[in-house]
């Protein structure tokens, strides 16, 4: 049955998603017009503004008004498929603790080194995972060249950039309250066999193994009959120690407005999540997993003078969350994979926890529940000024500014926790229950606090900016700028400073041709001795189309860009040191043959080297149709060189010595990007809206320090975040399979196990037969996206669907799913039911096995998987109020919404979601009900 349902899905997948992608454009779509592109800015970074009109750079922006469709609690998780050319990624964990929010990416792997892009908040890098979407005004993604100029070494793989939101000149004060709740459910995980499977996997396996069975035919039936629960016990850890459902909580109050001299802005939110753990308050305390949160922001612009203007932002974060102690929500829920159905009961025949002496106190109920309960406590400030002066007593045009930040956080963690007593029941030589206990009765909890992370990040910045129109309506642009940066976080070698000089050049004639040429060196201590690197950038356009009054093409340009950049990243902190060791072999010496260890060197230094250098090419067109349709299209190349390699394999290990690195490491990537983008207002009211987008890059390494002994084994012309291995054949049938193929060198194989191919034709399969795959392991290479929504008379509706494919992945590295009960772990249904064992010549997976066996556990294509994935990652019903409810009551607007995350979900892994394929606390299904109003 549950093949066929596996094909049923397979087969539907793909007319089912056309269904729904020609309902939702049938539906059309809302609230969205397409920008005027004379007046949308483009930042550019240090007063740098350029008009979508006249700027050269890729860039895409995306407004507060498409960011509240969501109901992520967090900024990070607004940004999944809703900007072309960010590339977001959903990841497992507790949104409260560090490090669970999105992962992002600009055009894919571009390097073997360092694959961050560069966030930043109000023009400072900072995290904005606990940002929240009404705090943010717009946020725009830069790509090529020309984008990302002015940011220096850090902006080498793309920027993000998020505006805060100001206040008005409108000389109106508003006021501004939402409130919503959200219910997580449905949390996925791979389904794990129940006790009496697992006892008859282990029977198999142990045979498979030479061994003796486990259990005897009347102890599988007390597993399977349950009749015995405290010996032979069948424990769904799952349904145990976790709830079906999870919630979350928002709700803030802004207040903003001003005049043409101040304008102000300020909202307090307040955010609270509860996680899934069943029964977890004890009385003297509770161990439920909580994130509360509140945002304290105040932005204010205003006029010192008629040439002086000011600008300030501050905000303050104020963070607290609570668990289990020493155990995160990935980690519990890492139990459920770990611990199999017959391992131990809940508690034993005395009333201790149970546990066992294989699996310890692996007691997940004993841990949420009776090992009290841990607190931390994260205080955040972000603080930046900047001041304008008008220098017209000079030149007219000539402006002077200057800038600083100061941003801070520290996590401070408390617990309280006691020890607990666990142990197990057996049957002695009489037939007796008896139980062992172990561990301690404590009946206080134990106070214990420590500072666990802290980071500090200061900058500076000052220039000059100039700009003047000729008499022939021509724009001449300058902007000569110093910044500096001091970053300091945990840990040795953490501490960076980086400076910049920078002078951007903009010229555009006759609203047709523009030109823009930044010159730039940049320099870091992280890359130490190479410190200092001069990058040139320069973009060209051309606005062929111009005639907003056409019933067809509207407006139409192509731009080019190019440009020479480079990363401060280093593979190894202090590399141009030579590092020792006291610990490596023996010397004797004395009548009294005393000994002690030697001193050898185990990195020559690396100090002569060129920053890794990225050479970018964009080619790019937007179009306006109809003034109904935006049609963006950029396709790239980059090249990076010196990329510091390990030379380790141009040395013999005889020599016994690691080698240092060399920069002689050269990728190439490339690909294109597409956005499409419709709106439109009908007569009767009616406002659409859709959109789609669609990227696609490869990675490809040109040169590399090695020495293949094959073909095979060389990186070159492999992706950048390579996988490799063996290419499996099926698995072994029988004796005479085994000893007609060649031999395997991974150890003794036997019936079950995988078949590979001699790929180098050596006659034996190793190390030598691996091969490179098709694609890389990082990110997708293929990602795509459907924005949809429409609004009539009030009421309206969004979605959002986001795709990906061409990224590969290793089965073997989820633990507890794919694995076959070595070292005690947990069995999959997915994995049990299409194993050798039973299901025989249809296999998917080797023989059962309670030892680790090397020939099965080669990287090879049994494990790798092509993934690929679709997900309805939000839709929204909502419902605006009529002007004859509202201004009676003195609302400017009213807003009430329902609104879904992750409803539906196609792939092409059956056991678990492919986008995470971990085992992590999981991604969950939601649905939002909130409201806003606008005084």
């Not at 079906?244 to 903003?256: P, Q």
């Not at 000011?310 to 607290?320: R, T």
């Not at 929500?329 to 017959?342: C, G, I, T």
Request: glycine share 8%.
């Amino acid at each position: 049955m549950k093949d066929m349902i596996s094909k049923i899905k397979r087969i539907w997948r793909r007319p089912l998603f056309i269904i729904l992608c020609s309902l939702f454009i049938s539906v059309a779509q809302a609230q969205v017009t397409l920008s005027d592109k004379a007046s949308q800015k483009v930042d550019l970074g240090y007063g740098v503004e350029q008009t979508e009109f006249l700027t050269t750079a890729a860039a895409t922006t995306i407004t507060a008004e498409e960011l509240r469709r969501t109901s992520a609690i967090s900024l990070a998780d607004a940004l999944y498929g809703k900007l072309l050319g960010l590339n977001a990624f959903q990841n497992t964990g507790f949104k409260g603790e560090e490090g669970r929010g999105a992962t992002f990416n600009i055009r894919g792997v571009q390097t073997t080194g360092e694959k961050d892009i560069l966030i930043l908040v109000d023009g400072v890098e900072r995290p904005i995972d606990r940002l929240t979407v009404e705090e943010v005004e717009s946020v725009t993604v830069l790509k090529d060249a020309a984008a990302v100029a002015l940011y220096g070494h850090e902006a080498i793989n793309g920027v993000l950039l998020v505006k805060t939101k100001h206040g008005t000149k409108d000389e109106k004060y508003h006021f501004k309250v939402g409130a919503s709740h959200k219910i997580q459910f449905d949390p996925q995980m791979a389904d794990m066999v129940s006790a009496y499977d697992y006892a008859n996997a282990l029977n198999r396996a142990r045979l498979n193994d030479g061994a003796t069975a486990a259990y005897s035919d009347l102890e599988l039936q007390k597993f399977k009959d349950g009749s015995d629960p405290l010996v032979y016990p069948n424990i769904n850890w799952k349904d145990e120690v976790f709830k079906k459902t999870a919630h979350e909580s928002n709700a803030y109050l802004s207040f903003f407005g001003g005049t043409d001299k101040i304008q102000y802005y300020a909202q307090l939110d307040y955010t609270d999540a509860r996680g899934l753990y069943k029964n977890p308050d004890q009385g003297d305390w509770n161990s439920q997993l909580k994130y509360s949160k509140a945002n304290i922001r105040a932005n204010v612009d205003f006029e010192v003078s008629k040439t002086t203007r000011v600008s300030a932002n501050i905000l303050g974060i104020l963070m607290e969350t609570n668990g289990v102690p020493n155990v995160n929500s990935s980690d519990a829920w890492w139990h459920l994979y770990k611990v199999p159905a017959l391992a131990f009961p809940v508690k034993t025949a005395g009333g201790v926890w149970g546990g066992s002496q294989t699996y310890g106190d692996f007691n997940l109920l004993a841990k949420s529940q009776g090992a009290g309960f841990m607190k931390t406590h994260q205080r955040q400030v972000w603080a930046n000024m900047t001041l304008e002066q008008d220098l017209d007593i000079i030149t007219e045009g000539l402006k002077f500014y200057v800038g600083a930040s100061y941003d801070n956080s520290s996590n401070t963690i408390e617990t309280r926790s006691k020890g607990y007593q666990y142990g197990w029941n057996y049957y002695d030589g009489s037939g007796s229950m008896q139980e062992t206990v172990m561990g301690t009765v404590e009946d206080k909890l134990v106070f214990n606090n420590w500072v666990d992370s802290q980071w500090r990040i200061a900058t500076f910045n000052a220039g000059l900016k100039y700009g003047l129109q000729l008499n022939n309506g021509d724009n001449i642009a300058a902007n000569a700028n110093y910044n500096m940066k001091s970053e300091i976080r945990d840990n040795r070698s953490n501490t960076w400073y980086r400076a910049n000089w920078q002078l951007a050049l903009h010229y555009d004639h006759a609203n047709r041709m523009m030109a823009d040429v930044v010159l730039a060196a940049n320099g870091s201590n992280r890359s130490y001795p190479a410190k200092w690197a001069f990058s040139p950038t320069a973009g060209l356009g051309y606005i062929f189309i111009n005639n907003p009054e056409s019933s067809l093409f509207n407006f139409g340009k192509v731009r080019l860009s190019g440009g020479i950049q480079h990363t401060d990243y280093v593979p190894a902190n202090g590399l141009w040191l030579a590092a020792w060791n006291n610990s490596h072999g023996q010397f004797w010496y004395g009548t009294n043959f005393q000994n002690s260890w030697g001193a050898f060197l185990t990195q020559f230094p690396t100090d002569d080297f060129a920053q890794e250098t990225a050479y970018k090419a964009n080619l790019g067109t937007d179009l306006r149709i109809a003034n109904q349709l935006d049609v963006t299209l950029d396709v790239f190349y980059q090249q990076r060189r010196n990329i510091l390699v390990s030379a380790n394999s141009l040395n013999s290990a005889v020599v016994g010595i690691q080698s240092s690195y060399d920069d002689k490491g050269r990728v190439a990537s490339y690909g294109m990007e597409l956005g499409l983008r419709y709106a439109k207002t009908f007569s009767n009211g009616l406002n659409v809206n859709a959109g789609a987008s669609f990227s696609t890059v490869k990675s490809e390494i040109l040169e590399w320090i090695e020495t293949p002994a094959y073909p095979n084994l060389s990186l070159v012309d492999g992706p950048a975040d390579y996988e490799r291995g063996l290419i499996a054949l099926g698995f072994f049938q029988d004796q005479a399979d085994i000893d007609n193929s060649p031999v395997q060198q991974f150890g003794q194989v036997k019936v079950g196990d995988i078949k590979y191919k001699d790929v180098n034709g050596d006659g034996v399969i190793n190390e030598n037969d691996y091969v490179a795959q098709d694609y890389g392991n990082a990110f997708p290479a293929l990602n795509y996206a459907f924005n949809l929504g429409a609004e009539y008379k009030g009421f309206g509706i969004n979605a959002t669907l986001q795709g990906a494919a061409h990224q590969v992945k290793n089965l073997r590295y989820v633990d507890g799913v794919w694995g076959a009960l070595s070292d005690n772990r947990n069995l999959s249904q997915e994995y049990y039911d299409n194993c050798y064992d039973r299901a025989g010549a249809n296999a998917l997976y080797p023989r059962l096995s309670t030892e680790n066996v090397a020939n099965n556990a080669q990287n090879s294509t049994t494990w790798y998987r092509n993934i690929s994935w679709l997900k309805l990652r939000d839709c929204e019903l909502y419902y605006k109020l009529p002007a004859s409810v509202i201004e009676p009551l003195k609302l400017s607007s009213a807003r009430v919404f329902v609104q879904g995350q992750n409803l539906l979900t196609f792939d092409n892994i059956d056991a678990m979601d492919a986008e995470n394929l971990n085992t992590g606390y999981p991604v969950m299904k939601s649905v939002n009900i909130g409201l806003n109003v606008t005084f």
